[in-house]
């Protein structure tokens, strides 16, 4: 392959974003359609329009830039896409990195005056992370129907400002409708934000696919009692309650094995005093798995014993669906495709699922789609130590490369 | 017995303290030293001067009033007392009850034209319910010197100003030093704060005691991780550890049996996100028992199954003990004098510990002390709805009349 990828040129990008709602001590901030997001966006627009390429964005902000192939932009692009929103401690790779391993991918093949027969494109997507709006991956839903375009830009935020009002604030709203990007094939670059890699000793992930995704939350609401003056018999303490729907969360991974996991990230109880007994407590469980029906007997299990304890305690139960992603399957050939060009290489490479939701499984109904990982020192993601050297970026970014120019007809120019 | 308490008299305080504070739907809210406190504190010493007693107040703003006996105000007082302040949905019972019957019962004698050999004496002391400053029942153990008056002045309340400046904002600090007080005698009468006398059918509890108590507060710390990406084996999740500690705590309480209890009132998770795994968690323990060994025993047992709990997953525990109060047993002879006297004016009454703690039982240690308790309806307390009837007030202030009588030496007057 003669393109040459320039690994400091992309490491300077990477820096240069993540100047922007840096952090003290590392990492930064940039949440979906803040100040931060604004000028993250127009360094990154800048950066397409100094490479030349066909500018577009919609009107939900997603943004994208066309290098022309041989029938010039309008046949249905190669497109290399992810996001530059941050979680509030975010790293520097997450998201960033496939946007500008996409911009790096278009400047190499460009600097080595290549003509592809379809266009090669490069995106990024409005509020992937959630952490402001939610649900997360919206841009990417709105872009391909997934979600209601009207419905999403009405979601308040945590500051109460609706996606549609922080859109006009930071004027990144485009002409186009929201389902105007069609790409012929989606590829996605993206550190594995896990420490499966790492721990395997592997530089690449052939991603096949994204785990169900399964979030519930769990009121529990008992009653407000004296911890000195009411017998234990006399007590619906529903902070028990929630104790044991986090022990049961995690005994539901361990008997279903791998790929099961499960989480109780939030937990909170009111009054939250010392000496009362909590009259309420609220949690939520994050059940993911690979497998639909695997997926669905879990949720089944976790809500027949959180039904039965809440009952035992004489407390009332209310149980609420947060998320629900059925697993997504990525485009067999292609996952493939990138296994075999990793093999190729030289390159240690595995197939795997992703934990994590993605923008490219709004993609997979639509057009083949697969991703590619790389390490995350110590699995560490949305944190400000999130790491991956430039020395295991390179990699994952010559696989893009070579991949995406598989897919979009690579041609030597004659000249 | 000659008194004549009046009921409606009492009531009626019980009312108009309650206005000042008042919450929206019931209740009230006088926070230690608030400004609503100084106007509780200037109503209750009106009444005091409105019956011509004699004024006292220590420089930690304690206050007492005194109504002679034969020897005039200088011998030991028959005191009763408790406190003012409330908690921040606070009801107008607790404590408010053992002022006002105390007024009540002086104002009651004075009537009656009854001499005594001792002084009667009532007092409200500063801060009993350590919601504004910790710790609670502050006024009375510096009062007795259970408490060291500097430290306690140098205290911080949650709202960031000491103790000390808010006695002098609020002008509470009186002429007398700390330990100025010296009852020969004291009683308190309280509402139960729980559900024992309402479920037993009875009308009064001769508390023999304050169950001891052990505050304790745990903190895990694991690893925030991804709750997609991140397998099972390779989780350090602190608020698993935290659910495993809720649990053992109840699994104490029902393997040592009543009186013992155990609560779980704080729990929080960081960062408290539904996808990442708790990097940590932090609860708090209630431990009660009225016998200090079987305390030790449950406190011993938590511990050890908390620092196990932590090891198999990974977690560094700490634990930090926040108060501890060892059972308090009142006078023997008190104690029986007032069930017998129950039982002689027909009351149905039981000898119980109280499961909160009181003023009483920082005078325990300095002379006869005991409390009488009526009931809580529902069992209700530090909460809006706390609730005892006239009817059910009446018959505990009767024994009071009649006990604090006796302890000062009644004499009818015999003019």
Redesign the interface.
């Known amino acids: 392959m003669s393109v040459r990828i320039d690994i400091d040129r992309l490491s300077a990008r990477i820096a240069a974003l993540g100047r922007i709602g840096a952090l003290p001590g590392g990492g930064c901030k940039r949440l979906a359609l803040s100040p931060e997001d604004a000028e993250g966006r127009a360094l990154v627009t800048g950066w397409f329009r100094d490479l030349g390429l066909e500018l577009h964005s919609d009107q939900f902000g997603n943004t994208w830039a066309i290098r022309p192939g041989r029938g010039g932009t309008t046949a249905a692009p190669v497109l290399m896409g992810s996001h530059i929103d941050t979680v509030a401690?975010g790293g520097l790779y997450d998201g960033a990195l496939g946007v500008l391993a996409g911009i790096e991918v278009i400047e190499a093949v460009s600097e080595a005056g290549i003509e592809t027969e379809r266009p090669l494109a490069v995106a990024f997507f409005t509020n992937e992370e959630g952490a402001r709006f939610q649900p997360d991956m919206m841009g990417s839903g709105v872009a391909t129907g997934a979600l209601d375009l009207a419905a999403m830009l009405a979601q308040p935020g945590i500051d109460g400002m609706t996606v549609g009002e922080a859109l006009s604030r930071i004027g990144a709203a485009g002409p186009e409708p929201a389902g105007a990007l069609r790409p012929s094939c989606y590829l996605e670059l993206h550190i594995?934000?896990?420490?499966?890699l790492e721990?395997a000793g592997r530089a690449i992930g052939a991603v096949t696919g994204v785990?169900g995704?399964s979030?519930s939350e769990f009121t529990i609401e008992g009653a407000?009692?004296?911890?000195?003056?009411?017998?234990?018999d006399?007590r619906r303490?529903a902070?028990?309650v929630?104790?044991?729907i986090?022990?049961e969360a995690?005994a539901i991974?361990?008997d279903f094995g791998?790929p099961?996991?499960?989480?109780?990230?939030?937990?909170?109880?009111a009054p939250?005093?010392?000496?009362?007994?909590?009259e309420r407590a609220q949690l939520?469980v994050?059940l993911?798995n690979t497998d639909d029906a695997t997926l669905r007997a879990a949720e089944a299990r976790l809500a027949e014993r959180a039904r039965a304890l809440a009952e035992a305690e004489g407390c009332t139960l209310t149980q609420r669906s947060?998320a629900r992603f059925a697993p997504v399957g990525f485009d067999p050939d292609l996952v493939e495709e990138i296994a075999q060009a990793a093999a190729g290489a030289g390159l240690s490479g595995c197939k795997m699922p992703?934990?994590?939701?993605h923008d490219a499984q709004m993609f997979a109904p639509l057009c083949p789609t697969a991703m590619i990982f790389v390490p995350s020192q110590g699995?560490?993601?949305?944190?400000i130590r999130e790491y991956t050297s430039p020395a295991q970026i390179l990699p994952g970014v010559q696989l893009l490369a070579q991949v995406a120019l598989a897919r979009a007809g690579h041609r030597q120019d004659r000249t």
């Open positions: 401690t594995e934000q896990g420490p499966v721990r785990q995704i979030w407000a009692a004296h911890a000195g003056t009411t017998p234990m006399m303490d902070g028990v929630a104790a044991g986090v022990a995690r991974a361990r791998p099961q996991v499960a989480t109780v990230g939030r937990l909170q109880f939250d005093i010392v000496n009362v007994v909590p939520t994050d993911r947060l992703s934990g994590a939701g699995g560490v993601s949305h944190n």
